[in-house]
C-alpha cells in the first residue's frame, strides 16, 4: 500500500511538473507573440522581437557591376529606374556603375529630371510634416522632428538631394529593403553602395527618374 502511495505521488509530481513547464512554454510564446517592433522600412508594425544584427550590415544583397548604357548619357548622369530598381551611375560614353536600390511604394512614386544640389555624410533627417501626421494617423507612432545622423538614422551613411523636392538618394542600415519598392519616395542603397556613389557624384550632377 505504501509502495502504491508512493508511485502515485511520484506520477502526480511528473504531471505536475509537465503541465508547469507546458504553461511557462506557452506564456512564453503567448508573451513573444505579442511583441512588436515599429519598421521605418515598411511604416508598419512587425511582430515578435526587433531584429538587432540586421540593421549593422552595410552591405547589399545586389551586387553592384559595370554594364553598357546607351550613349546619348554623358559621364557623370544618375539614372533611376524605379520599376527595374537600380540606379546608374554613368562613367563614360556608352558605360555605368549599376547598384540595387529601393524604391517608393504604390502611391509614393514619381518620376523627372532635376540635379544634385547638396551633399551629406551621416546625414540628419528631418521627417516631413505631412509624414509625420500620416504616420501617427496609420499606426499611433508619433515620429520626432529631428533624428541626429549616425549608424542607427533611417538615411545611413550618405545622401545626395535632389533637386528642390523633398527626395533623396541616400544610405540605409536596413539593406535587406534594397530591390523593394517600400519607402516614402526616397531612393535607397545600402551604406556600402552609397558611399561609394557619393564619392563619385558632384553637386550639379544630372538626376534622371523614370518610372
Known amino acids: ?26 506564456a512564453a510564446v503567448s508573451a513573444k507573440s505579442r511583441e512588436q517592433w515599429y519598421d521605418y522600412a515598411e511604416m508598419r508594425w512587425r511582430k515578435g522581437s526587433k531584429p538587432v544584427r540586421r540593421y549593422r ?3 547589399s544583397p545586389i551586387r553592384k557591376r559595370s554594364v553598357r548604357i546607351d550613349k546619348k548619357y554623358t559621364a557623370g548622369t544618375i539614372i533611376i529606374d524605379t520599376g ?4 546608374y551611375y554613368v562613367t563614360k560614353s556608352g558605360r555605368a556603375i549599376k547598384y540595387g536600390v529601393g524604391v517608393g511604394r504604390d502611391g509614393f512614386q514619381w518620376s523627372g529630371k532635376h ?26 507612432v508619433k515620429l520626432k522632428s529631428f533624428y541626429a545622423g549616425g549608424p542607427d538614422n533611417p538615411l545611413g551613411a550618405r545622401a545626395m538631394y535632389i533637386g528642390s523636392t523633398i527626395y533623396r538618394i541616400h544610405g540605409t542600415n536596413q539593406p535587406w529593403t534594397i530591390g523593394k519598392a517600400m ?11 552609397v558611399s561609394d556613389l557619393y564619392q563619385r557624384v558632384k553637386v550639379g550632377s544630372r538626376v534622371i527618374v523614370r518610372k
Open 183 to 193: 519607402s516614402s519616395g526616397c531612393i535607397r542603397m545600402a551604406n556600402d553602395d
Open 1 to 26: 500500500m505504501k509502495y502504491t502511495n508512493r508511485i502515485s505521488r511520484l506520477t502526480m509530481t511528473i504531471i505536475a511538473a509537465a503541465f508547469t513547464t507546458t504553461f511557462m512554454q506557452t
Open 57 to 59: 550590415s552595410n552591405k
Open 84 to 87: 527595374e530598381r537600380r540606379l
Open 115 to 140: 540635379n544634385v544640389t547638396r551633399k551629406a555624410e551621416w546625414p540628419d533627417w528631418r521627417p516631413p510634416a505631412e509624414m509625420i501626421t500620416r504616420v501617427k494617423k496609420q499606426t499611433g
